[in-house]
């Protein structure tokens, strides 16, 4: 990282100071607008907004404050037509600093889309396997650490593989984006939900009952009837901490197995 | 020095200091996913009572855009959110065309299934086999995005390639806003591939065009 802005950016001593808070920002988001006060600060700047062309996000726009780009009528000229660069009032930024500054800040906007996508499953928007995984671990510990409880359900779709060969994929990657879209509906931020299979899916509920596991279920399957207009079904099995145990191995099987049995059950 | 921001404005970065050291703060991480939507140009936030994002969009469905946002909050915030959008279709939407990526190619039955990304959509489309059906998949798949991309396929066809190199894959494709003819040609592992790199390389060159037109109009 370091040798490549320093490859990249002759120029980055320009803005000393940048290129280190580059490497230790929490998000690349954080580091722009960090960027964007540095230099209004610098400028005297009364408000100022980046403007930069991203080959994946397209051309993006942020204002200082993280204020709306619509109430920017202080700004004397329409920051929407503006070239890239970074435009302030009353003045502006010079040419070479702006440039810097708007590389370092394509540069940890690449790095928080490379993290994201680390992390995610790109069907269903949830965490993918390997993420999921490193947040179960996290919270088994601190369940095994403070005593707090979580609940970990593990459910698929019944019969999916019949739905895909019967229908398509593109229908059966519909209905796990429905599924993806309703548990982002349904959980709390505090809950975390993965894609950790082909059609199976685990949720990590925070100081949950498992009584309400079953509901919450029933309302996604609702969603997707509702969505594809098919019925569809689902099993799910339940692993309880710190009761059941706080190794994240042993939740994962309890809830598999209990998976297995509520299948076993319908046949 | 810089203007404080006023009350009815938020700093958001000190709430990311709750969030986990290995996860970005919550609102950056949706402040991120917003703006990877197709026709998302700029973000912004405000605290009433309720928070509120304030979008500034380029014409891309704006209602799907309205649930798609709500939708991605409530994996990141408790609190509700409400959406503003504000429409900046023209010289800047032109410019935000998200970049469109090949999923996947499928090619079985005498079938070929497209899967493309842009952003955090998800598009398929299925045709024959061959160039031509994998191009019209492509297209399909385009339309199935939902990021407003409007084109025809008028020809699609392979070329041989000199040496042992195999088949490249020509495509014309007609902008129907316009009725301007666009052509492209792509090289990849299967005919198939190369049907679907021509035709989305000519999609994007449509957009720079417009980008250059819309620059060209504002001098």
């Not at chain 1, 890239?84 to 708007?102: I, N, R, T, Y």
């Not at chain 1, 919450?216 to 509702?226: D, G, N």
């Not at chain 2, 990311?16 to 912004?44: H, K, M, N, T, W």
């Not at chain 2, 591939?193 to 980008?211: D, F, H, N, T």
Request: proline fraction near 4%; aromatic fraction near 6%; hydrophobic fraction near 45%.
């Amino acid at each position: 990282m370091e040798g490549l802005i320093d490859g990249v950016l002759p120029d980055a001593a320009e803005l000393p100071g940048l290129v280190a808070d580059l490497r230790t920002a929490r998000s690349g988001i954080s580091f722009v607008y960090d960027v964007i006060e540095k230099l209004a600060e610098r400028y005297e700047l009364s408000d100022a907004v980046m403007v930069l062309d991203h080959p994946e996000l397209g051309r993006q726009a942020f204002r200082s404050a993280r204020r709306p780009i619509g109430e920017a009528s202080a700004m004397h000229l329409n920051v929407l037509e503006c070239p890239e660069g970074v435009h302030g009032v009353p003045g502006g930024v010079d040419p070479v600093s702006a440039s810097v500054a708007v590389e370092l800040c394509r540069i940890a906007l690449d790095l928080d889309l490379y993290r994201h996508d680390s992390r995610h499953d790109g069907l269903t928007g949830l965490y993918n396997r390997r993420f999921f995984d490193v947040m179960f671990r996290r919270c088994a510990s601190q369940s095994a650490r403070y005593g707090w409880s979580f609940s970990v359900v593990i459910f698929d779709i019944d019969s999916f593989k019949q739905l895909n060969d019967r229908f398509g994929h593109m229908l059966g990657d519909r209905v796990l984006q429905v599924v993806g879209a309703e548990m982002h509906h349904a959980l709390r931020s505090s809950d975390v939900a993965g894609r950790v299979g082909g059609d199976e899916f685990a949720i990590l509920l925070m100081r949950a009952d498992r009584e309400n596991v079953p509901a919450f279920m029933s309302r996604i399957r609702a969603a997707v009837e509702a969505n594809m207009e098919m019925s569809v079904g689902f099993s799910f099995g339940i692993a309880e901490a710190p009761v059941e145990s706080t190794d994240p191995a042993e939740l994962y099987r309890l809830a598999d197995a209990r998976l297995m049995a509520a299948k076993g059950t319908k046949r | 020095m810089s203007v404080p921001a006023s009350s009815e404005e938020v700093r958001l970065a000190p709430l990311g200091d709750s969030g986990d050291e290995d996860e970005s703060p919550p609102f950056d991480a949706l402040e991120l996913e917003i703006r990877r939507l197709p026709g998302v140009v700029a973000v912004g936030w405000h605290r009433g009572e309720a928070m509120r994002a304030c979008l500034s969009v380029g014409g891309f469905g704006l209602s799907a855009l309205r649930s798609r946002a709500v939708q991605l909050a409530r994996g990141h915030l408790d609190e509700p959110l409400s959406v503003e959008l504000s429409d900046v279709e023209g010289v800047f939407a032109a410019s935000s065309v998200a970049s469109v990526r090949i999923i996947d190619i499928l090619v079985a039955g005498g079938e070929v299934e497209v899967r493309l990304g842009a952003g955090h959509l998800i598009g398929t489309g299925r045709a024959g086999t061959g160039p031509e059906g994998a191009a019209l998949a492509t297209i399909r798949a385009l339309d199935d995005l939902g990021i407003g991309a409007s084109i025809e396929l008028r020809i699609a066809s392979a070329v041989v390639l000199p040496s042992d190199l195999g088949l490249a894959v020509v495509v014309s494709v007609v902008d129907r806003h316009d009725g301007s003819e666009h052509r492209s040609i792509a090289y990849a592992s299967s005919v198939e591939e190369s049907a679907a790199k021509a035709v989305i390389e000519a999609y994007e060159l449509i957009g720079e065009q417009s980008r250059d037109q819309a620059q060209s109009a504002i001098r």
